[in-house]
Nanobody
Framework: QVQLVESGGGLVQAGGSLRLSCTAS????????MGWFRQAPGKEREFVAA????????YYADSVKGRFTISRDNAKNTVYLQMNSLKPEDTAVYYCAANIVLHARVVLTEAGEYDSWGQGTQVTVSS
């Protein structure tokens, strides 16, 4: 497992932008497929975006496609989630997750496929 720390959350008006970061400790970060999930009050955790360890494959939930962008910098052990055109319904605690995969283009979209999780960062979008 790897230790994950998210940052970058906050309060923003609808239509605004935020960039979340998730920094991993430990070695072999470049072998980890990474994902972002979110959980709103009273709702189940849901998938947001995922990226392969090579960075060459990404996948998004339909609700964020075209507005959010996931990327990674393996030299900095960090994955990012750029969130644009934010909506009040994007309000949630955002979590990053990681797991080692063998293949360079594999993305993981189910929470159960990840074995390491960060503590979460709150994103609040006001209307």
């Amino acid at each position: 497992q790897v230790q994950l720390v998210e940052s970058g959350g906050g309060l923003v008006q609808a239509g605004g932008s935020l960039r979340l970061s998730c920094t991993a400790s430990g070695r072999a970060f470049s072998m980890y497929a990474m994902g972002w999930f979110r959980q709103a009050p009273g709702k189940e955790r849901e998938f947001v975006a995922a990226i392969s360890w090579s960075g060459r494959s990404t996948y998004y939930a339909d609700s964020v496609k075209g507005r959010f962008t996931i990327s990674r910098d393996n030299a900095k052990n960090t994955v990012y989630l750029q969130m644009n055109s934010l909506k009040p319904e994007d309000t949630a605690v955002y979590y990053c997750a990681a797991n080692i995969v063998l293949h360079a283009r594999v993305v993981l979209t189910e929470a159960g496929e990840y074995d390491s999780w960060g503590q979460g960062t709150q994103v609040t979008v006001s209307s």
